[in-house]
């Protein structure tokens, strides 16, 4: 299974960017789909997630500014950011894993492959 995210990119603060997860090696029909972050010097953090079903759940920080979607036909996920601050600097990754959206977001489950993540950078 790979996964590669992409769409990052330097924007100032209230902009917006829309971030791409490509998933290959699987039918992503039946995963969750989640978003992490990680900003300089701290720990990753869940974001948001997809479920199969596509029922969507998101970080406290991220409600009302972001939006996650799914494309299975494509095996796509996406993750639409708006309003964008500076503390949602960082690498964003993405997952895929047959999971409760609620465990992926809390680390409870930690995805066994993170892929390759993509770097956001908001100016103030």
């Known amino acids: 299974v790979q996964l590669q995210a992409s769409g990052g990119g330097s924007v100032q603060a209230g902009g917006s960017l829309r971030l791409s997860c490509e998933v290959s090696g699987l039918s992503l029909r039946h995963y969750a789909i989640a978003w992490y972050h990680q900003a300089p010097g701290k720990e990753r953090e869940g974001v948001s997630c997809?479920?199969?079903?596509?029922?969507?759940e998101y970080a406290d920080s991220v409600k009302g500014r972001f939006a996650i979607s799914r494309d299975n036909a494509k095996n796509m996920g996406y993750l639409q950011m708006n309003s964008l601050k500076p503390t949602d600097t960082g690498v964003y990754s993405c997952?895929?894993?047959?999971?409760?959206?609620?465990?992926?977001?809390?680390?409870?489950?930690?995805?066994?492959?993170w892929g390759r993540g993509t770097q956001v950078t908001v100016s103030s």
């Open positions: 997809i479920s199969a079903a596509s029922t969507t």
């Open positions: 997952a895929a894993e047959l999971a409760r959206c609620d465990h992926l977001l809390t680390l409870y489950i930690r995805p066994g492959n």
